[in-house]
């Protein structure tokens, strides 16, 4: 643990499932100094091996930590938000999805900004290194003139009466599953790629009886110039890797010199228009912590800003954007048309 005079203080709210990869990064970060764990469960916090705590307002008080990181569900966030706020912590990491609604991001997000506290949320897709290495090719122009984008989410965990059962229960109870909790990350993702979409056009359904929420559907973005982006998911159904949740699915990134392909199992290639070979530009191995060491990506580029003054990716801020844009992709399938007006959805 670094004890230098720039440690950063840390101390984490949650201690579920997903929190596991969070402790892990944390571990393996410079310049911090983990502070506290937080988890109504108090032995789950314990078992952190962190000074454990079951109430957030104590260990704010006691911990004192300049960094809080939010690793609990939607409902939790602005309570915690603004007892952070009250407490003095200045920067806060927030699990997606970021709050309840739209309305109530943007109270946390006023309520911050007041008090001169950044709120970074963790939508950590964007730092996977294959979405880094297509950015690259992309900003290079190594496929000329870019026509579209696609990625197809093929996570093979949602069939049948025991769908998510075994690590994420919740998801059956969700009214909104596979855009809300999973497809989200596309539509943070295409904006990384590619900017702000002009319009979006979606159609979802639920296939498996045992959920609430829709779990199958596409959506498409469209962008100045003509360029599309089309996610199309289905969580019944598997793609091509040892462990379909490195990627969550395969991609193609088409223009009129080349074409990219990401596959199952990281690895991003170039094919050239017209050649039948291709070019290894990020090849596969085996990823530390989840989803390409993602969470320890996104946490170091965070406590980077903090330190050292650089900027940061995904401010709370900037991400209402993609709460907008979710909310478009629902009320698009509601009404079976194309959506452009994103801040009124």
């Known amino acids: 643990m670094y004890e230098g005079p720039k440690a950063l203080r840390v101390a984490c709210l949650g201690a579920g499932y997903f929190a596991q990869f969070h402790y892990e990064a944390w571990r393996r970060i410079p310049r911090i100094r ?12 314990k078992a952190t091996g962190l000074t454990a705590f079951s109430d957030l307002a104590s260990m704010l008080k006691m ?11 939607p409902p939790t966030h602005f309570d915690a938000i603004r007892q952070a706020i009250d407490n003095g912590v200045k920067t806060i990491i927030c699990q997606k999805p970021f ?7 943007e ?8 008090a001169c506290v950044r709120i970074v949320i963790h939508e950590n897709f964007r730092f996977q290194p294959w979405y880094r290495a297509i950015r690259q090719a992309l900003e ?6 870019l026509l579209q984008v696609t990625f197809r989410l093929r996570t093979g965990d949602g069939q049948g009466p025991e769908a998510y059962l075994d690590r994420q229960p919740y998801f059956q109870e969700m009214p909104e599953l596979l855009i809300h909790e999973t497809g989200v990350h596309w539509i943070d993702t295409f904006r990384y790629l590619l900017g702000e979409p002009e319009a979006v056009y979606a159609d979802l359904r639920r296939l498996n009886p045992a ?26 159904l598997d793609h091509s890797a040892e462990n379909c949740r490195t990627t969550l699915g395969e991609a193609l990134v088409e223009g009129t010199k080349g074409t990219l392909t990401l596959s199952g199992d990281g690895s991003v290639r170039l094919r050239h228009f017209g050649d039948r070979e291709e070019t290894l530009l990020l090849a596969a191995r085996n990823w530390e912590g989840f989803g390409g060491d993602c969470v320890k990506n996104l ?16 401010e709370a801020r900037d ?5 907008e844009m979710e909310r478009a992709i629902y009320l698009s399938d509601r009404l079976g048309q194309k959506i452009r007006e994103f801040e009124s959805a």
């Open 34 to 45: 983990l502070v506290g764990a937080c988890d109504r469960d108090r032995e789950k916090a």
């Open 63 to 73: 911990a004192k930590p300049d960094l809080l990181d939010i690793i609990t569900p």
């Open 99 to 105: 709050c309840t609604s739209l309305e109530e991001a």
């Open 107 to 114: 109270h946390a997000t006023t309520l911050a900004e007041a």
């Open 140 to 145: 290079k122009k190594l496929l000329g003139e």
């Open 211 to 236: 959920i609430k929420g829709e779990d199958a559907g596409y959506f498409i973005f469209d962008y100045a110039g003509g360029v599309r982006a089309l996610f199309d998911g289905n969580r019944l």
């Open 299 to 314: 946490i170091s580029h965070v406590v980077d800003g903090v330190l050292d003054g650089t900027p940061l990716e995904n």
């Open 319 to 323: 991400y209402l954007k993609v709460i």
